[in-house]
């Protein structure tokens, strides 16, 4: 088949266009592609990025040929009108090459990677190609829950349309028992496509075949892997180690991911010198998927206070390797972790401090926990195979029927 995505710029695209495998976060995004086309589909790119055209791709699976149009968008963190209209450019822009893709060339399937999809899904429709939504998890619910389903819709147009406009599929990981709340008020029933709510899949290996690019720290840490980002509330994170020092415990942090936002890079290093950790805080940048593991499983405790919900990918790869988690409960990770058995949930950051303690002074509960995690991952999170795969079937199903 001829599969357009419509998108903006993902980190295993970024990965490919700087000449690496593409593995370099969101797995989600990469296996579905790079299984399609390890199953014979051609798949095409039309799509928003920060890159400019001088691209150093090393794949032999994918080539320049590929991208379809990639509008140049300058990464900014400014906000207010300005931002506004940058975005209804980057929208028509979509929307014209979109258009213009699918006249110059047949496409049998669009996938639209929501938000910056709908304008795929416009197109779509306009020509009745078969399509499917996108979604890599869901806070649009917290904005309902905030604010009421009329002011959050016109808050976030984009993600609103996406909901309202007929699509043949719309696929969302699942992190939240509440994600559904978004679908239930945003929905339009004029159109009865399926949604689907699905846990991501992983690749399980064993600790003795991880190989780490950098050295295990020799003093007892904390760990927290994500891109640098509000969403992440890292602050949180900062605040539990603040917690642990005021009782005496001299605790490092260790932070992995993409410097995606430096606004709130700087803010989170104002945190810290605020409450005078910042010489325990160590920031690593975007680290392989062996290297998260390894370190995740060292860790004394994996911090998770997300916002919504802290069941993203990299929880999934903690529990793979039995890696402690201390959580918030929230609704998010409960279904996979039995409190105080396989992990913790918590109320807040002084609660996460009191379990780490509790966790320093009895190394027997943390080898306990190491062993419980790992076999309820097994019995509870899919496999790579199994997940991505089910996700490539589902493209090909829809448009065979």
């Not at 963190?77 to 931002?83: S, T």
């Not at 004394?300 to 529990?319: H, K, P, Q, T």
Request: hydrophobic share 35%; net charge positive; with cysteine.
């Amino acid at each position: 088949m001829n599969i357009l995505y419509v998108t903006g710029i993902t980190p295993p695209i970024e990965a490919v266009l700087k000449g690496e495998d593409g593995i370099q976060g969101l797995p989600p995004f990469y296996y579905p592609w790079k299984m399609l086309v390890d199953r014979g589909h051609k798949v095409d790119f039309v799509m928003t990025s920060n890159l400019n055209e001088n691209y150093n791709i090393k794949v032999g699976w994918f080539s320049e040929k590929n991208i379809v149009k990639n509008i140049y968008a300058p990464k900014t963190e400014n906000r207010g009108i300005l931002r506004g209209l940058r975005q209804i450019k980057r929208f028509l822009q979509l929307l014209y090459y979109t258009n213009k893709a699918v006249k110059q060339k047949h496409y049998d399937f669009i996938y639209c990677k929501a938000f910056e999809g709908v304008a795929g899904q416009i197109i779509a429709n306009i020509y009745n190609i078969p399509h499917g939504v996108r979604s890599f998890g869901d806070h649009m619910y917290l904005e309902i829950k905030k604010y009421g389903s009329k002011k959050a819709a016109w808050k976030h147009p984009l993600e609103y349309l996406c909901y309202q406009l007929n699509c043949s599929f719309f696929l969302m990981s699942e992190d939240h028992k509440d994600q559904i709340i978004t679908y239930n008020s945003w929905h339009n029933p004029k159109h009865n496509y399926p949604f689907y709510l699905w846990p991501s899949g992983i690749e399980f290996k064993n600790l003795e075949e991880l190989v780490s690019d950098i050295d295990i720290p020799e003093h007892p840490y904390l760990f927290f892997a994500a891109r640098i980002d509000p969403l992440k509330r890292q602050d949180r994170v900062i605040k539990t180690l603040y917690y642990l020092h005021k009782k005496g415990i001299k605790i490092h942090l260790y932070f992995c991911g993409s410097d995606y936002s430096k606004v709130w890079r700087e803010k989170l290093d104002r945190i810290a010198k605020g409450y005078k950790v910042d010489g325990y805080i160590h920031y690593l940048g975007s680290v392989s998927q062996d290297t998260l593991k390894v370190l995740a499983f060292n860790a004394i405790a994996n911090v998770l206070m997300i916002d919504g919900s802290s069941r993203n990918n990299v929880f999934y790869e903690i529990m793979s390797v039995g890696g402690i988690v201390v959580g918030l409960d929230d609704g998010g990770i409960n279904d996979y972790i039995t409190n105080e058995e396989s992990g913790f949930l918590v109320k807040d950051e002084r609660d996460a401090a009191e379990k780490i303690e509790y966790l320093l002074n009895t190394p027997e509960k943390r080898e306990q926990i190491h062993k419980a995690a790992r076999k309820e991952a097994k019995e509870k999170i899919m496999s790579l195979e199994t997940r991505f795969g089910k996700e490539v079937n589902l493209i090909e199903n829809t448009v065979k029927d």
